[in-house]
């Protein structure tokens, strides 16, 4: 069964807008990462963010963690046509460890 | 992608054949994991390594088997390959628990 679950599960806005991406999920956890998947390849890193921490940022990429709402979200500000892609969200687990279950992903396109 | 390589890229086989799918690294990474990728299913963890010799089973094992006589190689066996596990498979490897994962670039198998 999947832990996290991305919504919405597909949004297309206009080159310059900000993208937001929401992430629920069901148990606890030690950590939450989102990664990047171009069409036809494998999944890059993005970010992590721990149980412990509230809010990440990494360049365009603002993360945030509701542990009480076990929920997360990804902003990207000032979107590029670079960045259309699919974005997932991953979560292990505070037992169980040393997997990571995905969720479904959001497929982002910018249009120009 | 971050020295994650898979082959073959693409197969195409017949029902009842056994197919290898092989992951190799060169970052020394000790955790190395198979994911499938379906439509509306994201990606599931088929099997996973924590060290040589040292696998586990994941969300979808069934009908797959690995093995890691080496720390850089990491082989996924369909036994005898069915046509659900139609699929793209995707190789990931990590330093530490649940931390950063790297993935390849995937292989997309037909089972005709």
């Known amino acids: 069964s999947q832990q996290g679950e991305e919504d919405p599960q597909a949004l297309s806005i206009q080159e310059g807008e900000n993208a937001t991406m929401n992430c629920s999920y069901k148990?606890?956890?030690?950590?939450l990462q989102w990664y990047r998947q171009n069409s036809g390849r494998g999944l890059v890193h993005l970010i992590l963010i721990r149980s412990n921490e509230r809010e990440k940022h990494s360049g365009r990429l603002r993360v945030t963690l509701d542990t009480s709402k076990k929920s997360s979200s990804l902003l990207i500000t000032a979107s590029r046509a670079a960045d259309t892609a699919s974005y997932f969200c991953a979560t292990d687990a505070v037992q169980g460890a040393q997997k990571l279950v995905f969720g479904q992903g959001t497929r982002l396109t910018i249009n120009p | 992608d971050a020295g994650i390589t898979q082959s073959p890229r693409h197969k195409v086989t017949e029902t009842g054949t056994p197919v290898t799918l092989r992951c190799h690294q060169t970052?020394?990474?000790?955790?190395m994991y198979w994911y499938r990728q379906d439509p509306g299913h994201g990606l599931r963890l088929i099997h996973y390594?924590?060290?040589?010799?040292?696998?586990d089973k994941g969300e979808v094992s069934d009908g797959y088997s690995v093995s890691r006589s080496k720390t850089e190689d990491f082989l996924l066996t369909l036994e005898s390959a069915t046509s659900s596990q139609t699929s793209v498979y995707f190789c990931?490897?990590?330093?530490?628990?649940?931390?950063?994962?790297?993935f390849g670039s995937g292989t997309q198998l037909s089972v005709l």
């Open positions: 990931a490897a990590g330093t530490g628990d649940t931390e950063k994962l790297f």
């Open positions: 970052e020394n990474h000790r955790y």
């Open positions: 148990t606890s956890i030690n950590n």
């Open positions: 390594s924590y060290g040589v010799k040292d696998t």
